[in-house]
């Protein structure tokens, strides 16, 4: 063996802090992971059922109130004129901006071969997939007529019409749509592998049959792992740019209107970056209590959450910078009515919004440029908690602030929610969290088939080094 | 370790890939075909209170459709004529006939007649028959030849696609009124009719609107 092959050795096996803590075996990964799952029902925590008897009944809560919503109309939420674009538009933007993370941390960071992505990839890619279930009710059910919701795809009718393809709100169906179809294709690429796993595991018949359909006769041959990767690589390549794609077509719902305070060229990069920001907060949020309810500490370590945060910080920023150059481009444009709707924002009958918006996007964040509060956990679950607070304002601010003071002073109003407004939107989360318990009882919740591929034994010179280290 | 699933079923992705495309297009076709106006609405003939003869009064008598219809000109409705337009004539024709009996009955206490309405449009959609008439469209374009239905019966979709088709083309559907007037229910395009058209296009300056606004106001 040359030397230069003797060093790189060296540098890997030893070199290099493992990303996974607890010196752990190929097996005992299999283990830890799959024993979550294998759980017989009756042996489910009791935390879980209680979780889950909560979270549904806020999805049935949510679902009754649909149910008038749909019998009585929209006049149930508190939509007025001039603000025609409410809650539920701010709660579709709210969770398709969180549905970002996973794509990111599942296609971008794959790409840029960020090994920590593993621990936190396939429950950052459900979460995303379940955000995007809940964000794509909204503008189906915000469209009063739900029975028609289909007329905003492009199908052939007896009225000779198609939806209006200059409009960023058909783009918005496409946008979401292809989002999903990607995010959940790819979700279930990286899933394949670990059903196999479980079916193999699985001992009873039912269990065999249903992880052995879904894993779809994958045997972990050479060959299926070589198509595999090639696969999830495409998979990568073709959802890297939906990361960018998705929230800037969101943005133009907002972008191409002539609405003072919407009508800017910055709110494509702006919302993709709030995106990514709000998104990861709530991985955050959910990987800091599901690490503790399921002791995964080892797999989800501080030097994780680390990162997280650092994203975090450098997009919170982002955010920071893009409110700051709105007031800036406000001022600088010299057009009085954006600059009437700024001031009015910060200083007008919405700032406590306004004030909370900054106070969780910008200030929040801003602590994460000390080590101390990075790794410290308790800290970065209510700073998570606060920043979606804070994003959820985001979309409030812009929605409702600049539609409430439109051009014709006599027409301003105060927009007051409804219980309807309310309710509907904790129930989205109630619908959220529902799907993610799910996941969390039938799936593996860690890729375990890459998490295996990041410790140190998966260097195929692992065990060479060790001999030499005996001899 | 054993396989889980025998042989045949490597069968079953295909057969279930080929059954759900099959079955779709079925949905598909069968809403396609009986779910349009074409199918639902098309042979509309609602039974009326009074055996009253379009085949007789506009086809072999040869009346106008404005003698009864009178505001069709004027106004977007076309009236349904009251008693009093029916009693003009059957005071004198006919004044004893069995048939008859309700329209008398309805002259004598003021009742009218509750006659059922064939043609209808959403409540969500404004149509103007003045304007249509003055454009030059025939009451046959949309109605059909009411001069030989004994029975008036609906005759086209009346959907918002059908509105449409002529909307965007209406060429086939001008008449030039100095010639032929716009009740003839045997007009048939003549064979310059694309000149003719075109030229009454540009003098009637004719801009069907295809906007939203335009029927849903």
């Known amino acids: 063996m040359s030397t230069v092959d003797d060093n790189t050795t060296k540098s890997i096996a030893s070199g290099c802090k493992p990303l996974i803590a607890g010196n752990p075996t190929f097996s005992s990964i299999t283990q830890r992971i799959t024993e979550i799952v294998e759980l017989e029902v009756k042996k489910t925590p009791k935390a879980w059922f209680i979780a889950f008897s909560i979270t549904s009944t806020m999805t049935m809560i949510m679902s009754a109130m649909i149910g008038w919503l749909l019998w009585e109309g929209t006049g149930v939420w508190g939509l007025q004129n001039p603000a025609g674009w409410g809650w539920a538009i701010v709660n579709f933007v709210f969770w398709v901006g969180i549905g970002h993370a996973g794509t990111l941390i599942s296609a971008i960071l794959f790409l840029f071969r960020q090994k920590w992505r593993t621990s936190i990839n396939r429950f950052a890619e459900a979460m995303t997939i379940f955000a995007v279930i809940c964000a794509g009710m909204f503008p189906g059910i915000h469209v009063g007529r739900a029975w028609v919701a289909y007329w905003m795809f492009p199908l052939p009718n007896q009225m000779s019409m198609w939806p209006n393809f200059r409009s960023p709100l058909l783009w918005d169906v496409f946008a979401v749509g292809t989002y999903f179809t990607v995010s959940c294709l790819f979700w279930y690429v990286g899933l394949i592998p670990d059903l196999a796993t479980l079916r193999d595991r699985a001992t009873n018949k039912i269990r065999k049959i249903i992880y052995g359909i879904f894993s779809l006769g994958w045997r972990g041959g050479n060959r299926q792992w070589q198509h595999y990767e090639k696969a999830y690589l495409i998979l990568a390549g073709i959802a890297t740019p939906l990361v960018l794609s998705v929230h800037t077509v969101v943005s133009f719902d907002f972008a191409v209107g002539v609405v003072p305070g919407w009508h800017t060229t910055i709110f494509p990069p702006y919302f993709v970056a709030g995106a990514i920001f709000s998104g990861f907060a709530m991985v955050m949020t959910l990987a800091v209590i599901a690490r503790k309810i399921y002791n995964l500490e080892d797999f989800i370590t501080l030097n994780h959450l680390e990162c997280m945060n650092k994203i975090m910080l450098v997009t919170g920023t982002m955010v920071g910078y893009a409110y700051a150059c709105e007031f800036f481009i406000a001022w600088y444009g010299g057009n009085i009515y954006e600059q009437s709707i700024f001031i009015n924002r910060a200083k007008g009958p919405y700032s406590w919004a306004y004030w909370t918006m900054v106070t969780c996007n910008v200030i929040v964040p801003q602590l994460f440029w000390f080590k101390k509060f990075r790794r410290n956990v308790p800290w970065m679950f209510v700073a998570s908690i606060l920043i979606n607070v804070g994003m959820w304002f985001e979309r409030f601010v812009i929605t409702v602030t600049s539609l409430s003071q439109d051009f014709l002073p006599s027409s301003w109003d105060y927009f007051v929610p409804t219980i309807f407004d309310i309710g509907i939107f904790i129930g989205s989360f109630g619908l959220f969290l529902t799907l993610f318990l799910l996941f969390l009882r039938f799936l593996p919740m860690i890729a375990i088939a890459e998490v295996k591929g990041v410790i140190p034994q998966a260097d195929p010179h692992y065990y060479e080094h060790h001999d030499e280290e005996k001899h | ?217």
């Open chain 2, 1 to 217: 370790m054993s396989q889980i699933f025998p042989k045949w079923t490597n069968f079953l992705p295909i057969a279930i890939i080929a059954g759900l495309i099959g079955s779709g297009s079925f949905a598909v076709g069968v809403i396609w075909y009986f779910g349009s106006p074409k199918f639902l609405d098309v042979g509309y003939r609602p039974k009326q209170p009074v055996p009253f003869s379009h085949r007789l009064h506009a086809g072999e008598l040869g009346m106008d459709c404005r003698y009864c219809h009178a505001s069709v000109e004027r106004s977007y409705e076309a009236n349904i004529p009251p008693t009093q337009t029916c009693m003009n004539c059957h005071a004198m024709v006919l004044p004893e006939s069995e048939k008859l009996q309700p329209i008398r009955e309805s002259f004598k206490t003021g009742n009218p007649i509750k006659w059922v309405r064939v043609h209808k449009i959403a409540e969500y959609a404004y149509f103007d028959h003045s304007v249509h008439l003055r454009a030059g469209v025939g009451c046959a374009s949309c109605h059909g030849k009411i001069n030989e239905m004994e029975i008036v019966e609906q005759k086209k979709p009346l959907s918002m696609g059908w509105c449409l088709d002529c909307h965007r083309n209406p060429v086939q559907h001008l008449r030039d009124l100095s010639n032929v007037s716009v009740t003839d229910m045997d007009w048939v395009p003549p064979s310059n009719q694309s000149e003719l058209a075109t030229r009454l296009i540009n003098e009637k300056k004719l801009n069907p609107p295809e906007d939203c606004s335009a029927c849903h106001r």
